[in-house]
């Protein structure tokens, strides 16, 4: 069993930025991937980038150029970079991690991007 624990969600201006982060405990010799998903109010939950042991990433559209994700193997830790936010950055964001798929989940962080 892999435990998931985000921080640093909170409100954040048009423009300006915020960092989120997630550990990882427990079980994780089953790691290979970890990310982030954000579920806004009326839409799916989306894949915003995501990481792999190598260094491999991907992020969503909306996000590329804006968001950075990183992470630190030996801390099992994973980090979201979050710049020039917009409104609909506003969502719950969900640190994830798997082998093949995102199998553990966090509890969630709010992200709230306003004036």
């Known amino acids: 069993q892999v435990q998931l624990v985000e921080s640093g969600g909170g409100l954040g201006q048009p423009g300006g930025s915020l960092r989120l982060s997630c550990a990882a405990s427990g079980s994780i010799f089953s790691i290979n991937g970890m990310g982030w998903y954000r579920q806004a109010p009326g839409k799916q939950r989306e894949l915003v980038a995501a990481?792999?042991?190598?260094?491999?990433?991907n992020y969503a559209d909306s996000v590329k150029g804006r968001f950075t994700i990183s992470r630190d193997n030996a801390k099992n830790t994973v980090d979201l970079q979050m710049n020039s936010l917009k409104p609909e950055d506003t969502a719950v964001y969900y640190c994830n991690a798997g082998k093949l798929y995102p199998r553990y989940w966090g509890q969630g962080t709010q992200v709230t991007v306003s004036s």
């Open positions: 990481i792999t042991t190598g260094g491999s990433t």
